[in-house]
Each structure stands twice: as C-alpha cells, then as structure tokens.
C-alpha cells in the first residue's frame, strides 16, 4: 500500500473507562481518528494481526503494576504483526513484516528501535509469531530446568502460555505432565491434543486431592500461571529438590479487581525440608529467548511435533469482545484478531 493510496481515516480501540468486576463491552471505546503520519525515524505499519492476553485485564484497573497501566481515554497496545507502508528514513522496506508493540489499532507509527523484523521463512504463518510458547519455553527450560523423567504440573494448561507448555515439557523429556483447566471439555483437548497424561479441573473438588490422584508420587516441576490454591496443592505434593518457575497469578487477574496480587498461603517447613526452589520468571528479562524459541517453533511446527492452538477473531471491532471471551475462559490457547 502506498501512501497515495492510504485511508484518511482507521479505527483504534481505546478504554472507555477503568474495569471492575467482570470485564464488559462497556470499558472499550472504538475511535475513528486520522491515519498517523511517520517522522525521522519512524516507520508507519499497518497491523495485520494483534494478540490478547491476561495481562491486558490488569492493565485495565488503575492498580499500581510493574509495568505501564491503559489510560482512559487513550488507545490501548500490545504484541501486533504489521506490514510496513513506510519508512522514511529506509531503515524498513515497504511490505516488510515486523512485530511492533501498538496493537490495538489498524495503523501505528513505531520508532524504528522497537520493531523487530519478521524472516518470512522463520515460522510457518504470521500468527505464530505471537504465540506466548517463548514464556513457557523459557520458564520450563531456564527456571525450572526439566530433567528426563520429571513429573510436571502446568497451572491454568489451557491458556496461551500453558497450551504450549504441555507440549514443551513432552520436548524437554518430562515423563508425566498434568494439566489445571476449567472445564472438562478443555480437559479432553488437553490430554488429547497438546502433551497432557492426566489433568485437574476446576470445581470437580479438591485440587489437592484431584493432583494427588494425577501424581501419586509427588510432582519434580511446576509452571504456575495461576497462583493461589494451586500453587499451596502444588506444593503439597512438591517432591524433593522441586522446581517451581511463577509466570502469572491468573486467579485475581480474570475476575474481581484484576489485581496481579495474588497471595497464597505456603508452608515454610515443606519448602524447607523439600528443598523446593520458588523462582519468578518474566520473559522481558530474557531478551535473547524469542530467536532461541523461534528456531525451536519453527522446526517443531514443520515437523509436526508442535501445534499452535489459538482462537482467531476478525476485525478490530472484535477486540474487546476477544479480550472479554478470554477472561472468561471461552478460548483454549492464544487469542488473536485479525485486522
């Protein structure tokens, strides 16, 4: 598209107000507003595809966070695959895909310094690049440091990061993988699909007791997505020298307040004697984990050892009710839009 032939106007979604509570059509605002126009070092980008994620929930409240908050009024973002329309400076080539930060609307101008070039043989289709399997690669292969034979248990398994992160444990040599969900028919995916021998469902009692019927004999590895009482049942069946990697407290961020404060009662005498490592894991401290994860990506989805589960909305008015749908547990995987 050249610039003779660009709209006047585009669409950008922007929060109408603050959320509390359940998440609603309502907090969202679609704006038409002019095309941006790119200065010395800029690069305007016409966005093809935009993911959704829990953490937008968060950013949505107006609690202090460690990252930047939604401002009413204002235009939201987040990972986005674009085309670039143009580059003054020539930094960028018209046509040239690239992953930019400003999702959330059809046109974003970018500084060149935080777009990142897409090869167009890296992954097999453009939405794969905004799969969150780098956090569970990172999480189960740096933090925790899976070993052959380990029983791994994955919180909140039906996500975007934990439908990966089945199949990754599998890839790193994990004997048993047990999966959190919230509902049996994901359960079923689950153990059918992405690398699950047995899962724990939501409501169908205990989680304690529903892990301990999964794994009996304790478990080596946790990639808690969730927080609160999966991670005390978690460490209840905690083996010695266990590894626990925390990438997320979805327990809070769905519902209520969307508070990333999740606090959760552990018993000091069990990771003491057990010996268990609790370590945080944040994939932004790891800038050189997308190419790491992108070579592995791409060479599982060619061969057919990975999948890439995602729900795909079309249109940017579909945004909101995307990010909506996802935080009421309608989706298994990434949640993207189209634009």
């Known amino acids: 598209m050249s610039l003779t032939a660009l709209p006047a106007m585009h ?14 059509s309502s907090h969202f605002l679609v704006a ?39 401002v009413p009024g204002r235009a939201l973002w ?18 040239e895909l690239v992953h930019h930060p400003y999702g959330w609307r059809e046109f974003a101008v970018a500084e060149e310094s935080v777009l990142k070039r897409i090869e167009p043989d890296a992954l097999p289709m453009p939405a794969a690049h905004l799969s969150q399997g780098a956090t569970a690669w990172g999480a189960l292969r740096r933090a925790a440091g899976i070993r ?44 059918a699909e992405l690398g699950y021998d047995d899962t724990v469902v939501r409501g169908a009692g205990p989680i304690e007791h529903q892990l301990r019927r999964a794994a009996p004999d304790g478990i080596d590895v946790l990639l808690d997505t969730v927080a609160g009482e999966q991670l005390t049942a978690a460490l209840e069946l905690a083996r010695p020298d266990a590894r626990f990697a925390l990438v997320g407290a979805l327990s809070t961020q769905l519902g209520g307040d969307g508070s990333i404060t999740s606090p ?12 268990v490592t609790l370590r945080g894991f944040g994939r932004y401290a790891h800038p050189d984990l997308a190419e790491e994860w992108t070579r592995e990506f791409g060479k599982g989805l060619r061969d057919g050892s990975l999948v890439f589960p995602h729900a795909l909305l079309r249109g940017i008015a579909q945004a909101p009710r995307a990010l909506c749908e996802l935080t009421q547990g309608r989706h298994t995987g990434s949640v993207l839009v189209e634009l």
């Open 11 to 24: 669409r950008e979604v922007r929060l109408a107000a603050h959320a509390e509570g359940e998440l609603t």
């Open 148 to 191: 052959p034979g380990d029983t791994v248990f994955v919180t909140g398994a039906a996500g975007g990061v934990g439908s990966m992160a089945g199949q990754i444990a599998r890839r790193l040599g994990a004997g048993r993988v047990i999966g959190s969900t919230s509902s049996e028919r994901k359960a079923v995916r689950l153990r």
């Open 32 to 70: 038409e507003v002019p095309v941006p126009q790119p200065g010395p070092g800029q690069v305007l980008v016409r966005t093809r595809l935009m993911a959704v994620t829990a953490a937008m929930r968060t950013q949505m409240t107006g609690v202090k966070l460690p990252m930047p908050s939604f």
């Open 78 to 95: 987040g990972a986005a695959v674009g085309e670039v329309v143009a580059a003054p400076d020539g930094g960028f080539t018209p046509g």
């Open 264 to 275: 959760a009662g552990l018993d000091a005498g069990l990771i003491i004697t057990r010996r």
